[in-house]
């Protein structure tokens, strides 16, 4: 196995894309003046308006007085560079949210949960693109004999490493990958940075 790395980049058309589309957008701003916007878009959204999920894996056992949250770590061509993330992935059409998350938490880590929550909708990057997300929370429930042993699913052109670390230590865990050179995915760091940051503006 070979360290992962880009070897050539062109434009792409619209008509060659597969995933994402780029297109110009007219819309009237509140003095009624015709603008214009450029948007990235993704072409596999389907019936719930929702392109993917995030989980935030809650990894539970009565050994273990600690919870712990599951990180994926895989190279990202976008950024060519390792990134940190939570499972995550597209949601299908005609899938529901909860549904997706189950089914991408036990391809990219093996786990089996029970789906706790799952809040507001959010877009990462208004001014380019209106993807969007949803992070839903899932326990797993280490003592569950499935869980014994988990063994990934993953397609042939994913090559995912998964790192669990208990969650009081998610935010200087993250500290340290970025000093390693990985990519923070902004739905991680960000509840890490907002669970680190509620030790002390809640006091």
Known sequence: MQDPR???KEPLENKESRWIGLYKLEYSDPKGNKRFWEIAERKTRGSSELDAVGIVSLLKSKNNESTQIILCLQFRPSINKMSVEFPAGLVDRE???EKAALRELEEETGYHGKIVSSYYTMYSNVGMTNTNNKLIFVEVDLDDEINKNPQQKLEEDEFI?????????LFSTLQEY???GYGIDSNLGSFALGLHMSASLLQ
Do not use: C, G, Q, R
């Open 6 to 8: 880009i070897n050539s």
């Open 95 to 97: 899938e529901t949210p």
């Open 161 to 169: 490493t998964i790192v669990i670390v208990p969650i009081k230590n």
């Open 178 to 180: 970025e000093k390693k």
